[in-house]
T-cell receptor, first 114, second 112 residues
Framework: AQTVTQSQPEMSVQEAETVTLSCTYD???????LFWYKQPPSRQMILVIR????KQQNATENRFSVNFQKAAKSFSLKISDSQLGDAAMYFC???????????WGAGTKLIIKP | SAVISQKPSRDICQRGTSLTIQCQVD?????MFWYRQQPGQSLTLIAT?????????ESGFVIDKFPISRPNLTFSTLTVSNMSPEDSSIYLC?????????FGQGTRLTVV
């Protein structure tokens, strides 16, 4: 069965600095998707970035980028120039190509220090 | 993208009562997903709702406790029945469009 592990329950970073959130997963599939979702106190789950497993190039969305290591089954999220609005729970999620069901990590609470 | 309207956004309910949560999607989708998020925890899938058939429940969730309706391709409801304080959670509906999952705003349920 697929699993997703986020080993950092909480991370804190100074405003304007860079932080990396870790995620590892376990799967025997070759085709799948990986996601980072953000959940601020408003509860709204928002997609931050996604990565298709068949793509070797790491996904980037403005200040957010991933380090996707397929062989190591690692999918970390780097947030550059951290802003106060980045404070939220961050969830890593996995989805098989043939299935819509998402497998979720436990989440990492990101605190931004002004 | 997909826009999902979820109601109510929050409620405080007496134990033993039931609450029905509604989700309306801005366009047709085949499957809708209902999640529970207990305080400080990750999302747990309750069930998958397909239009025209009974919902498929995950292990640990039963239809008598969480009945789901899916009358058409844009709407679904989840009922939390005979509530106890252990049901206090955030409940979220979700759809998948192409690759990405979209979520309603969530319903924060407190059972007293």
């Amino acid at each position: 069965a697929q699993t997703v592990t986020q080993s950092q329950p909480e991370m804190s970073v100074q405003e304007a600095e860079t932080v990396t959130l870790s995620c590892t997963y376990d799967t025997s599939e070759s085709d799948y998707y990986l996601f980072w979702y953000k959940q601020p106190p408003s509860r709204q789950m928002i997609l931050v970035i996604r990565q298709e497993a068949y793509k070797q190039q790491n996904a980037t969305e403005n200040r957010f980028s991933v380090n996707f290591q397929k062989a190591a089954k690692s999918f970390s999220l780097k947030i550059s120039d951290s802003q106060l609005g980045d404070a939220a729970m961050y969830f890593c999620a996995y989805r098989r190509d043939s299935n819509y069901q998402l497998i979720w990590g436990a989440g990492t609470k990101l605190i931004i220090k002004p | 993208s997909a826009v999902i309207s979820q109601k109510p956004s929050r409620d405080i309910c007496q134990r033993g009562t039931s609450l029905t949560i509604q989700c309306q999607v801005d366009s047709q989708v085949t499957m809708m997903f209902w999640y529970r998020q207990q305080p400080g925890q990750s999302l747990t899938l309750i069930a998958t709702a397909n239009q025209g058939s009974e919902a498929t429940y995950e292990s640990g969730f039963v239809i008598d406790k969480f009945p789901i309706s899916r009358p058409n391709l844009t709407f679904s409801t989840l009922t939390v029945s005979n509530m106890s304080p252990e049901d206090s959670s955030i409940y979220l509906c979700s759809v998948v469009r192409q690759v990405e999952a979209f979520f309603g705003q969530g319903t924060r349920l407190t059972v007293v």
